[in-house]
Antibody
Framework: QVHLVQSGAEVKKPGASVKVSCKAS????????LHWVRQAPGQGLEWMGW????????NYAQKFQGRVTMTRDTSISTAYMELSRLKSDDTAVYYC?????????????WGQGTLVTVSS | QSVLTQPPSASGTPGQRVTISCSGS????????VNWYQQLPGTAPKLLIY???QRPSGVPDRFSGSKSDTSASLAISGLQSEDEADYYC???????????FGGGTTLTVL
């Protein structure tokens, strides 16, 4: 049974960084891309980027380039998303989601989400 | 403003058939397949339709998807109260860097 379990809620001050973890189980971690998607309060979904857990290769949405870093630790089947220079409009629920093996076919398993609140 | 355009709301009565549209361009929907997600209140999105019209296992056949040129539609037949949720369309851009989402449609079952 596939599970993605994310780290707990965070409260950060503007200008700080946050690192969210996503622990995978129930499948071969290195066999599927992992995406990060965020959702601001009352808003829609916004794709941030993906990581290839096998190679460590990443691809970030242009909006987040220079502020986001996605990494993984294959020994514990865990992916990480770090967002720096936080602003108030980074307040959102951050999700990790597994990409289907066939590219372009959506994300079939999602973590429970991690609420990141940015407030002074 | 989202790259893919969806109506903000839709509604229907139990048993009815409703459709939700998703409009894009030649650089996303026109080039790549469309996926749909259902998000129940307070939960993570769930993949509902992938590859324009394929259902993951466990998704009832009341849900169906279609695509034509630069637009796509999600149809829900035999509407049920538990279908009340937000629905999002998704497609990758032509550059294949990553997906873009629609702004979401809130479905109300009257």
């Amino acid at each position: 049974q596939v599970h993605l379990v994310q780290s707990g809620a965070e409260v950060k001050k503007p200008g700080a960084s946050v690192k969210v973890s996503c622990k995978a189980s129930g499948y071969t971690f290195t066999g599927y891309y992992l995406h990060w998607v965020r959702q601001a309060p009352g808003q829609g979904l916004e794709w941030m980027g993906w990581i290839n857990p096998n190679s460590g290769g990443t691809n970030y949405a242009q909006k987040f380039q220079g502020r986001v870093t996605m990494t993984r630790d294959t020994s514990i089947s865990t992916a990480y998303m770090e967002l720096s220079r936080l602003k108030s409009d980074d307040t959102a629920v951050y999700y990790c989601a597994r990409g289907q093996q066939q590219l372009l076919r959506g994300e079939d398993y999602w973590g429970q989400g991690t609420l990141v609140t940015v407030s002074s | 403003q989202s790259v893919l355009t969806q109506p903000p709301s839709a509604s229907g009565t139990p048993g009815q058939r409703v459709t939700i549209s998703c409009s894009g361009s030649s650089s996303n929907i026109g080039s790549n397949p469309v996926n749909w997600y259902q998000q129940l209140p307070g939960t993570a999105p769930k993949l509902l339709i992938y590859g324009n019209n394929q259902r993951p296992s466990g998704v009832p056949d009341r849900f169906s998807g279609s695509k034509s040129d630069t637009s796509a539609s999600l149809a829900i037949s035999g509407l049920q109260s538990e279908d009340e949720a937000d629905y999002y369309c998704e497609a990758w851009g032509a550059s294949l860097n990553g997906p873009v989402f629609g702004g979401g449609t809130t479905l109300t079952v009257l």
